[in-house]
């Protein structure tokens, strides 16, 4: 199904260098049409904090690159302990990983990561 989007969001406190609050609301110009294929994500309403054996399914446009896909993506990656993902990706940046960001992804052999 290809739809055009009637407004995105983006939250207001996101952070160009850091990636911080890197999250944002799309709203369909038109409603998806539910099937087999294309159905809801269901989000969490825990504030409980995810192990680092659990799998998390995240979503976007975007890759590692910052290139901009041209359909939503979608894929379950594991959540790796902040220590891990700051060394292997935050290493030059003076924030590291905030209170506000999630790491998950294959850190130790690249590939998908959010």
């Given at each position: 199904?290809?739809?055009?989007?009637?407004?995105?969001?983006?939250?207001?406190?996101?952070?160009?260098?850091?990636?911080?609050?890197?999250?944002a609301?799309?709203?369909?110009?038109?409603?998806?049409?539910?099937?087999?294929?294309?159905?809801?994500?269901?989000?969490?309403?825990?504030?409980?904090?995810?192990?680092?054996?659990?799998?998390?399914?995240?979503?976007?446009?975007g890759?590692?690159?910052?290139?901009?896909?041209?359909?939503?993506?979608?894929?379950?990656?594991p959540?790796?302990?902040?220590?891990?993902?700051?060394?292997?990706?935050?290493?030059?940046?003076?924030?590291?990983?905030?209170?506000?960001?999630?790491?998950?992804?294959?850190?130790?052999?690249?590939?998908?990561?959010?």
């Amino acid at each position: 199904q290809v739809r055009q989007m009637k407004t995105t969001t983006g939250h207001p406190y996101f952070v160009t260098l850091s990636y911080d609050s890197n999250i944002a609301l799309m709203q369909l110009g038109v409603p998806q049409e539910h099937n087999i294929a294309v159905r809801s994500m269901c989000l969490s309403n825990s504030k409980k904090m995810l192990s680092s054996s659990s799998l998390c399914t995240v979503s976007g446009c975007g890759d590692h690159q910052r290139s901009q896909a041209r359909w939503l993506q979608q894929t379950q990656v594991p959540v790796p302990e902040n220590e891990i993902c700051e060394r292997n990706y935050y290493f030059n940046h003076p924030e590291g990983i905030t209170a506000r960001m999630l790491c998950a992804g294959f850190v130790s052999v690249g590939g998908q990561k959010s």
